[in-house]
């Protein structure tokens, strides 16, 4: 079945630094891959997705590359920013709009000043 | 546009108690979903409707908990009797059938705690 490793947290860095969060996966024919973000206290939100291989999603200045050969989905931004912290979820779904989503457990992020 | 509503935001319960959570999706999505995220992971898929049909039930403990959505709009989640490890965040998703990719929107979540 579906499956989603995702890059165990926490994870803390300064304000301004690169960030990466890792995420690979395991599926079955071509699924769309996304990230999904928690601010502390709202609900789960879209940051960007991809919807077959090579895409980039970005949102934010947050990207994201489909990598079919290597099964990777990695989040990267170049300098962050404390309104950044957050919790972050790689997550796959099909392509058709109606299909369940497998998350990874989340990597909490905190950016201090 | 209004997004996914749920009610109540948190509940607190002792075990064997019953307990139900409301949802109401963005208007004209036809796909609505129960997720289950317990501390420390991701959410995991309770059930999918498609209007007020049951696509995909096969994680939800039927012994216990039971969803319907009627009229294909707003929809009630229940756990009969609760048990300690039901404490969780239980969140509501809808997206439309097709055309998005697999987009899905959540409303914020219902937070239970079962003592």
């Known amino acids: 079945g579906n499956s989603v490793t995702q890059m165990e947290g926490p994870v803390t860095l300064s304000e301004e630094a690169f960030l990466t969060i890792n995420c690979t996966y395991t599926a079955t024919g071509y699924p769309s891959l996304f990230w999904y973000v928690q601010y502390p206290g709202e609900g789960l939100q879209l940051l960007l997705k991809a919807t077959k291989a090579d895409d980039k999603g970005s949102n934010k200045g947050f990207e994201a590359t489909y990598r079919k050969e290597t099964t990777s989905f990695h989040l990267e931004k170049g300098s962050v920013q404390v309104s950044d912290s957050a919790v972050y979820f790689c997550a796959l779904g099909g392509n058709f709009g109606n299909e369940k989503l497998t998350f990874g457990t989340g990597t909490r992020l905190t950016i201090i000043p | 546009e209004a997004g996914v509503a749920q009610s109540p935001r948190y509940k607190i319960i002792e075990k064997r108690q019953s307990v139900a959570f409301w949802c109401n999706p963005i208007?004209?999505?036809?796909?609505l979903y129960w997720y289950q995220q317990i501390l420390g992971q991701g959410p995991k898929l309770l059930i999918q409707?498609?209007?007020?049909?049951?696509?995909?039930d096969s994680q939800l403990p039927k012994d216990r908990f039971s969803a319907e959505r009627l009229k294909g709009v707003d929809s009630t989640l229940k756990i009969q009797p609760a048990k300690l490890e039901d404490s969780a965040v239980y969140l509501c998703a809808s997206s439309w059938t097709s055309g998005s990719n697999g987009e899905q929107f959540f409303g914020p979540g219902t937070r239970l705690t079962v003592l």
């Open positions: 208007s004209g999505h036809a796909t």
């Open positions: 409707f498609q209007n007020n049909g049951v696509v995909d």
